[in-house]
């Protein structure tokens, strides 16, 4: 997997705690300000193949809006039930108003 940075979307483009859809290479992904950073999470929920980016964003963390499942925007990993396996999240670099994300796997 490559792990070039992508411009997907303009950072005066993202309102706090409101996710942004992208795809990169036809990976969804969802892209979310909160708490004063950008963070990159893949988009498909690991209970349900329903979109992250549906969700509500509360205290660093995104929520599946049809069963409840919580996911760190910083390390994947849910921290509510029913999910019970981490969804991968993404390096993210801000270079002016743009926003570039990187499809190499943050360890």
């Given at each position: 997997?490559?792990?070039a ?8 483009e ?17 892209v ?11 988009d ?5 193949n ?38 991968p ?16 796997q943050?360890?």
């Amino acid at each position: 997997m490559s792990n070039a940075f992508v411009r997907v979307c303009g950072l005066s483009e993202l309102e706090d705690d409101t996710p942004k859809r992208v795809e990169i290479d036809g990976t969804p992904v969802s892209v979310v300000r909160t708490e004063g950073e950008v963070f990159a999470i893949y988009d498909i929920c690991s209970h349900a193949n329903v979109s992250l980016s549906e969700g509500e964003v509360d205290d660093c963390h995104i929520e599946c809006w049809l069963h409840g499942s919580r996911f760190d925007l910083r390390s994947g990993k849910p921290d509510a039930l029913p999910a019970t396996r981490p969804v991968p999240v993404y390096p993210v670099k801000i270079e002016g108003d743009d926003v570039l994300v990187s499809l190499s796997q943050e360890s």
